[in-house]
């Protein structure tokens, strides 16, 4: 029985081997050092983080259990690897939930309108409270979310009191350098939607002008300012001053990127850009046995396009990245909100966008969108039941291959057991060949305070005349400064 297929041709899906992956040997290898460190330093990585590393260790390896499908023409067996689901630290967890929310998005909640992305961006003296205060993250959105909306309704000046914006709002805790940065992409209907008897009519807004832009960014900028200092979070004087800062006083929102309602790969990718997870495993690599490098997707301000990390600083910028729990990245707003009345009649057109946008032309752009649908197809008026995607079918959305094609015959297969007992594992794993136990965490050990003697990776205590010495350790200071003096 064969455990990994071989690519015979270019669309065949090959597993991935987690343990032979950077951030993989990373954490492995170092872990257990890193948490004694932050232990006899008085500090720790979050519990939520160490939980979220640990079951990473875990995911993709079939030691831990796996499922096993047949082929039933060629009888070839094929074992897949349970996957952790965890947030921020694993990138195939991360890649899966990313292709999982934009397939629902666009299947099953946006209708066939135009989609435009709204980008905010705090200076950096409010994005401490954005990254540990939750009231603040929520009060910002909220504000941006508010302001984007009384902008549609000015735009669309035929819509009556009653109509409402629509909007999914991405809160992102990362940068692009491996740093917290706590800002927003708010993804939302370029236009109003209005009920029009049993339906919804949707009413476009013409292309918003730089202008325009900068008169929201103008209001978003003094409602979050006033609102951090009604609750205490920055006093009147910083308020203040930061008005009076020039070129938008730290706050940044771009409004540039629009996607056509009939555009559906463009709407996807759009979205996928927006659930993107906080790093991508792909652009770490090995210097040497001590360090590694994290190749940049563009440069940063001071020129460098890649950052080198220690084992420990990875981990920790890693652990750092991991949202806390019972906290969504993915906020819906609008007619998209779970009580919203139009969220049934909107949300009803999702599943036949493309055709309703190719059929329809200008109709499905502006205009009686419900009765656009029944047009095409009458009895598809709910769309309960069909958030969920199979492992396989996101795989092949994402990679173009389906994972369950025999690599042998091209015939199908299905998965005919789950293997998740201990003895049962280790018979089969051994009997194809594979590791019956999973790859050891390693325990922590001194931290390399000996780089010029090296053996084979590990550092050597120095002998002789120079034992007890540390070449790294700070000269006694000439005289002693008294640091109780107030100056």
Known sequence: MDVYCQQAQPKLYRPRRPAQTVLYQVVQGHLETELAAQDEAGSSIPAHAERALRRYLQCGILAHGFARSRCGE??????????????????????????????????????????????????????????????????????????IERHLRTQC?????NACGGAVAFIHRFGSALNAHTHFHVCAMDGVFEAEGEGVYFHAAPAPSPDDVETVQAVVRRRILCAFQRRGWIERGDRLEMEQ????GGFSLDASVVISGGDRRGRERLLRYCARPPFAGERLEWIDAHRVRYRLPKPRPDGRTELILSPPQLIERVAALVPPPRRHRLRYYGVFAP????????????????????????????????????????AHKDNSGKARYLWAVLLARIYEAFPLTCPHCAGEMRVIAFVTDSAAIQTILAHIGEATRPPPLAPPRDPPAWASDLDAGEFVRPQGEHAGIDPLAQPEPEYIFDQRIAW
């Open 339 to 378: 009580n919203a009345a139009l969220r049934p009649a909107v949300t009803a057109l999702a599943p036949e966008q493309d055709t309703a946008a190719s059929a329809l032309g200008p109709a499905a752009v502006n205009g009686p969108l419900s009765t656009a649908a029944e047009a095409i197809d009458p």
């Open 157 to 161: 000046g035929a819509a009556g009191s």
């Open 245 to 248: 800062w020039p070129h938008g």
């Open 74 to 147: 060629c009888g070839h067996d094929f074992l897949i690897a349970f996957s952790c689901k965890g947030r921020g630290v694993c990138p195939s967890c991360n890649t899966h939930r990313m292709a999982e929310t934009a397939a629902h998005l666009v299947d099953h909640v946006l209708p066939p309108v135009a989609l435009r992305q709204w980008v905010l961006s705090v200076p950096k003296r409010l994005r401490w409270h954005l990254h540990h205060q939750p009231g603040a993250l929520d009060t910002v959105l909220r504000i941006l979310l508010d302001a």
